[in-house]
């Protein structure tokens, strides 16, 4: 599966954004998705993931209450709308597929992966 992410940019603190994250190629609803994201210097950081159907999701503690992931079968999307954002949350943001029948929450566990796009928050 081939996966390219969108809709960073840059914006104030407290502002929002949605990115997407289009995949292409075998089955979307065989993929677990995930949200991660890396700040310079930092080590690539779990943000969320969902389950194939899209009933579980999971956030890290940092952004839990804030961000929010869904998907669009339908469409072969997945997307990550971020309200309330800190300048702690800048970062390139990267999306990943699994063909695992659970969520995962390690980098180390998703196959796939988008090539990034980058969230600046200014404060």
């Known amino acids: 599966v081939q996966l390219q992410a969108s809709g960073g940019g840059l914006v104030q603190a407290g502002g929002s954004l949605r990115l997407s994250c289009a995949a292409s190629?075998?089955?979307?609803?065989?993929?677990?998705m995930g949200w991660f994201r890396q700040a310079p210097g930092k080590e690539r950081e779990f943000v969320s993931t969902i389950n194939r159907s899209g009933v579980t999701r999971y956030y890290a503690d940092s952004v839990k209450g804030r961000f929010t992931i869904s998907r669009d079968n339908a469409k072969n999307t997945v997307y990550l709308q971020m309200n309330s954002l800190k300048p702690e949350d800048t970062a390139v943001y990267y999306c990943a597929a699994d063909p695992a029948r659970r969520t995962r929450d390690s980098p180390a566990d998703y196959d796939y992966w988008g090539q990034g796009t980058l969230v600046t928050v200014s404060s």
């Open positions: 190629g075998r089955a979307f609803s065989n993929y677990i």
